[in-house]
């Protein structure tokens, strides 16, 4: 259906009235006209759907935010954007998209987001940030399986402090001290085993983080 000037007019003079902080009346407004929306210039489209987004993120709305910031980037591309509002476009679109991604733990998909981001905006410390606590939240099998032994290891000590508490004080005094160094023993090895764990996880993010940031600027230097 084609819409008249003024009718366009009307329509975004409409839009841009609604409070920029009523994020449920700038939602109700572009789901209901959304189709008109779509017949405005390319520019008065993309405040819009931007906005609209915008509204969706604030209200905790992030899986449709997503699937708005993947139409917003494919606009960029298709319209050959570079900036919007006098700021780099997709400086903003690329960190709100993960940013909305890491809402939802969905921590691979975020981190890939951001590598694309930091490949093209490196000196970007919250990026970088970001992506350190993306990778330190995906938990690969071996990590996993290293708090299975811990967990292990306590429930071992919790055994041993049982039995020494019970039959070894009551009626082998005698073996009193093996057990209490047994017990001891356990639980500095689950402590151990936890720490170990963790310490080479944290130090593994950073050492991948180290090499894609080496690799990075050795590719803006080209």
Not at 97 to 120: D, M
Not at 188 to 194: D, E, H, K, M
Request: proline share 3%.
């Amino acid at each position: 259906m084609a819409y008249l000037p003024a009718q366009r007019l009307r329509l975004y003079r409409n839009f841009k009235a609604i409070d920029a902080a009523d994020y449920h009346g700038i939602i109700r407004y572009f789901e209901q006209h959304e189709d008109e929306l779509r017949t405005l210039d390319d520019s008065e489209y993309f405040d819009c759907a931007y906005t609209y987004t915008e509204a969706l993120y604030s209200v905790g709305f992030y899986g449709q935010a997503v699937v708005m910031l993947d139409h917003l980037i494919e606009q960029v591309f298709l319209q050959n954007m570079t900036h919007w509002s006098g700021q780099d476009i997709l400086a903003r679109l690329l960190p709100r998209k993960a940013e909305a991604l890491v809402q939802q733990r969905q921590w691979p998909a975020a981190e890939h987001v951001l590598r694309e981001y930091l490949k093209l905006y490196p000196s970007n410390r919250s990026g970088w940030r970001l992506l350190r606590k993306c990778l330190l939240h995906q938990r690969p099998p071996w990590l996993r399986r290293s708090w299975a032994v811990c967990i292990g290891l306590i429930f071992a000590a919790l055994a041993v402090a049982a039995a020494e508490l019970f039959v070894v004080r009551p009626f082998f005094r005698l073996y009193d001290d093996v057990a209490l160094a047994l017990q001891h023993l356990l639980t500095g090895l689950a402590l151990s085993v936890a720490l170990g764990a963790e310490g080479l996880h944290w130090y593994r993010c950073r050492q991948n983080i180290r090499i894609f940031a080496q690799q990075t600027q050795a590719r803006n230097k080209r």
